[in-house]
């Protein structure tokens, strides 16, 4: 198995800049690039031997992501399984890839009178993912990346909540500043998911209490105050344009921000890149944009499909907002 091996301290490489502002499923990873450059030419191998070496349990999930979203169902998944039943990584790649199909085609337009349809194949491909993310667990019992999916098919298949909670916990307690599992944990508390806002509330302030500066779970307070924008909207009927500039919703996120990226304790990853487009975004909506700068300055061209997508297309926000926010740095300085 990989348990001895999957918590070792070895970090994806952090990507060069992009010549343009750019939203890759990769991020631009150099190691991700290149493997999914071997599977759209059919070379499995690649991919056996990035997610079968040692590597930190939030590198391990970003791989997962990043190799597992495909436009069609990619035959390297079913050849890995069938070649190599025993293998964990074949089978969390497996459940992985399914997951991201079901949401990708309940996410897209569809005909009506095929709704029926398109959500019992959603449904359907759910549980066959739950099925090869539980034989990854087994087969690899020290890793938390198939209990951080199964958070992910959880809310697809509306389990209740003590289930939802006990895969949490099993991967937290694999991986306590596991970043993913606990944006999913978040995400199954929010009121568009049968949640409330204060229990998305109770379950940030508990999960970044006593961690420390640097740790990427301060993000969850970026996160938070997203799903309580949407859950405002949700309520009024509208997008508020002044949510984030509540002097509270503005304190809070200079706070986290600097707890996630205090110097003398942040060490960069290929997650840290995620969390700043998450920050930028906030703290750019919040009016903050010499904070939001600092975010900018360090990214580059480097953007995330979320949370940019939820002010359009995802590459012109994050353009219109750099140059927003370093304009005002440019005066200000």
């Not at 003590?162 to 508390?189: D, M």
Request: charged share 25%; net charge neutral.
């Amino acid at each position: 198995t990989l348990s001895s091996r999957t918590h070792l301290p070895i970090s994806a490489v952090l990507p060069p800049p992009a010549a343009a502002p750019c939203c890759e499923t990769h991020w631009g990873e150099p190691n991700a690039i290149r493997v999914r450059a071997a599977l759209e030419q059919g070379q499995r191998k690649p991919v056996e031997d990035l997610m079968e070496s040692p590597m930190s349990p939030n590198d391990r999930q970003f791989f997962s992501d990043a190799l597992a979203d495909w436009q069609d169902k990619p035959r390297w998944v079913e050849a890995w399984v069938a070649a190599r039943p025993n293998s964990a990584s074949a089978w969390l790649m497996h459940g992985a890839e399914a997951i991201n199909r079901a949401w990708r085609e309940r996410n897209s337009t569809i005909p009506e009178r095929q709704q029926g349809e398109n959500n019992q194949r959603f449904t359907s491909r759910l549980r066959q993912a739950d099925e090869s993310l539980a034989r990854a667990a087994e087969l690899d019992p020290g890793d938390a990346t198939p209990w951080s999916w199964m958070i992910r098919s959880a809310i697809g298949l509306k389990l209740d909540d003590a289930e939802i909670e006990r895969r949490f916990n099993e991967a937290v307690r694999r991986a306590p500043n596991h970043r993913q599992a606990h944006s999913a944990r978040l995400q199954s508390l929010a009121s568009k998911w049968g949640g409330s806002n204060d229990q998305v509330w109770r379950f940030v302030r508990h999960a970044t209490a006593g961690v420390g500066p640097g740790s990427p779970l301060h993000v969850l307070v970026a996160e938070a105050h997203i799903e309580t924008w949407f859950a405002s909207a949700q309520h009024h009927g509208t997008v508020s344009s002044t949510f984030f500039r509540d002097p509270a919703i503005q304190r809070s996120l200079i706070a986290a921000s600097h707890d996630a990226f205090e110097p003398e304790a942040f060490h960069p990853s290929i997650d840290s890149l995620r969390n700043r487009n998450y920050f930028a975004f906030c703290l750019w909506k919040a009016g903050l944009l010499e904070h939001a700068a600092e975010h900018f300055a360090a990214l580059g061209n480097r953007v995330t499909q979320s949370p940019w997508c939820f002010a359009g297309d995802p590459v012109t926000a994050f353009t219109e907002a750099r140059s927003e926010s370093c304009t005002s740095r440019r005066a200000a300085a």
